[in-house]
């Protein structure tokens, strides 16, 4: 017996719906940022990832997590963005298999130069283009995803936007 699921005929055109938008905006934040800051939408989420951490700085493991990536992916990830000097690389005092990605004050100049540009293309693409209402239900349709595949990852949304 079939105990699966299937999406209905509704279900399955908001999902390919969804699927393509989601896809489409990250070409299209990835386009902006190599075009305007030389960097890929990667780079950019990793500093600013690494901006917001107690003194610019995570654990590697962590920041994997925090992204969403492999620890070999993040880690030619840093590499590049060590040669271009905007995050160092420490050891872990307490652990030495252990190492931090540290966010540099190169690697923060450059962000604070890419992020008006990367802002007015998200304020552009999603939400110039959704009423107050939509907004607010976006932020708890992405909480209810989060939560169901990796509450780890949830923020806190709800504040009301004006």
Excluded: N
């Excluded at 719906?17 to 890929?40: I, K």
């Excluded at 540290?102 to 992020?115: I, N, S």
């Amino acid at each position: 017996m079939d105990d699966t699921r299937w999406l209905s005929a509704a279900e399955l055109e908001v999902w390919r719906t969804f699927v393509t938008m989601f896809g489409a905006l990250g070409e299209h934040m990835d386009r902006q940022l190599q075009r305007d800051s030389s960097m890929p939408y990667t780079y950019y989420e990793i500093l600013v990832v690494l901006s917001h951490a107690p003194g610019r700085a995570l654990r590697m493991s962590e920041l994997a997590g925090l992204r969403g990536s492999s620890r070999s992916r993040l880690s030619h990830a840093v590499a590049r963005l060590e040669a271009h000097g905007w995050v160092e690389r420490q050891e872990c005092p307490t652990d030495k298999r252990g190492s931090f990605a540290v966010l540099t004050d190169a690697g923060f100049a450059v962000l604070e130069a890419a992020a008006p540009g990367h802002v007015t293309t998200v304020r552009e693409a999603v939400f110039d283009r959704l009423t107050p209402e939509q907004v607010q239900a976006l932020g708890a349709i992405s909480v209810a995803i989060l939560e169901a595949i990796d509450p780890e990852k949830t923020l806190p949304v709800g504040r009301e936007l004006g």
